[in-house]
């Protein structure tokens, strides 16, 4: 029995522990029997709780026996991205000057969901500062892909996609400054959901090194599992007023130009914007492949369907993007020289660079992620979601921080994350899911982006895109 266990979604365990013929601390076991068998192989999981783990298991059991569950969430196992803090735990962020650092305090999100009796096993796996994309570290090491443990599963949130995708736990939090959270998801084949800019609140937090753009979000292997996490993390907090605005965007009815009015929640019939590519950036052909096959089953749901560029001006992320992160680092190696001490010669060099910038740069940047927000507004009045890519690229070696060529063409770091930074830019939600895999097997994702506010519309038309084409089912063969 403990075998198939861990096989179970978290709203299958939630259903089985409603009629009592499932225990918490019966799951608990059988996730600590698959973290052993194959973390080793992937290295995941980096800092465990076993001992806390049971106790809370052995306690969530005894509430559902007495029919007081604590929430939807109570005895459902996750794991914690390790750029996240738990009271009890490091929080180590990847780097050596914080290889014992603790600050007491559960990110805000992070004691929602222990509050609401979910079950942390433990941390997983960041690369340094969380801002490569993929997963490797000084403290640590590399992590690596369920599908294929020679590759990576992305970054910056990879032991949590590897968690998941492995049957070590079937939810995970995680964190997405510049598509963290998506291009993990779609290299390991799970649901991924990048929240609107303060959907889920922020306190207790680790210094930001991407201005606002890091939010907190679910990892999990079905959209209806995403959603279960994702209700308990998110609503505004007063200790995070920009969720005030978020909440209040979630409720509110958007008006479209013909007249007709989208309620978020509605799924049909939606007007997409397939966008396959931006300009002459290299995409992988059995990604595009995937997702255009993905959009044309969207359009069979009975959706609206328009091919086409972006029309948006991105151009000017291209230079800056690398800049917010070296300003980011610059400022955080000021106030924690030890940090900077003990950091990889790579980010030193980043803040070196960042430190060389003027300040009106900063400044200007910010002027263009204003507009790009303004600009965002008004596309959403003419369309509903738009589909691209999640990456352009297939998983690649472990052990490298990006792959140098996609579809023969060289590229640099962000070659294969060209589609995703954007959409924290603008502060919209944006949905991981699944596609057809590739000829070797490997993982493909597509992602939808919506509105402002619109994280349930996003999470409504993923339900019903998997509700047709379910993915669930398939496994790694670790």
């Avoid at 201005?211 to 007063?238: N, W």
């Avoid at 509110?252 to 300009?279: C, H, N, Q, W």
């Avoid at 596609?435 to 409504?460: H, K, N």
Wanted: charged share 20%.
């Amino acid at each position: 029995m403990s075998e198939d266990l861990w096989r179970l979604p978290a709203t299958e365990l939630q259903r089985r522990y409603r009629e009592r013929s499932l225990t918490p601390l019966a799951v608990a076991q059988a996730c600590l029997g698959r973290l052993e068998a194959v973390n080793p192989k992937i290295n995941a999981v980096i800092a465990r709780r076993d001992p806390a783990f049971i106790e809370e298991a052995t306690a969530s059991a005894q509430r559902h026996a007495q029919g007081r569950p604590l929430s939807a969430l109570d005895g459902i196992p996750l794991t914690v991205k390790d750029s996240l803090f738990t009271a009890d735990q490091p929080t180590t962020w990847g780097t050596p000057g914080l290889r014992d650092d603790r600050c007491g305090h559960d990110e805000l999100a992070v004691g929602r969901a222990r509050a609401a009796g979910a079950l942390i096993i433990g941390k997983t796996n960041v690369p340094e500062f969380a801002l490569e994309g993929y997963t490797a570290n000084p403290l640590f090491g590399v992590t690596r892909n369920p599908w294929d443990p020679a590759l990576t599963p992305g970054g910056s949130s990879g032991g949590a996609v590897a968690a998941v995708a492995s049957g070590i736990a079937p939810l995970a939090i995680g964190q997405d400054g510049g598509g963290s959270i998506r291009r993990p998801a779609a290299h390991t084949g799970l649901v991924g959901l990048k929240p609107s800019l303060s959907a889920v609140p922020r306190e207790h937090v680790l210094p930001s090194l991407l201005l606002d753009f890091e939010v907190i979000g679910p990892l999990a292997r079905t959209v209806a599992d995403a959603r279960l996490l994702f209700d308990v993390m998110r609503g505004p907090s007063s200790v995070d007023r920009s969720s005030m605005a978020a909440a209040y965007a979630n409720a509110s009815i958007v008006a479209r130009e013909d007249g007709s009015r989208v309620k978020p929640g509605m799924t049909t019939p939606l007007r997409i914007l397939y966008v396959e590519r931006f300009g002459t950036a290299p995409l992988d052909p059995q990604v595009a492949h995937s997702v255009g096959q993905a959009v044309q089953q969207l359009a069979a749901l009975g959706h609206h369907v328009d091919s086409g560029a972006l029309p948006l001006n991105l151009d000017f992320y291209g230079e800056a993007w690398p800049q917010i992160g070296q300003i980011g680092l610059a400022h955080l190696f000021q106030r924690h020289p030890q940090w900077a001490a003990q950091a990889s010669q790579k980010y030193r060099d980043m803040a070196e660079q960042g430190r060389g910038l003027p300040a009106a740069r900063l400044w200007q940047i910010m002027e263009h992620v204003r507009q790009l927000r303004r600009d965002t507004t008004a596309l959403f009045e003419k369309i509903d979601v738009i589909v691209m890519p999640s990456v352009a690229a297939l998983p690649w070696a472990a052990e490298a921080a990006y792959p140098t060529h996609i579809d023969g063409h060289e590229v640099g770091p962000r070659g294969h994350a060209v589609y995703t930074g954007w959409v924290n830019a603008a502060g919209l939600p944006g949905l991981a899911l699944p596609c057809a895999p590739s000829r070797e097997g490997l993982p493909i994702g597509m992602q939808l982006i919506g509105a402002y506010g619109a994280d349930d519309q996003l999470l409504d038309l993923g339900a019903a895109y998997e509700a047709a084409h379910p993915w669930a089912g398939r496994w790694p063969t670790l």
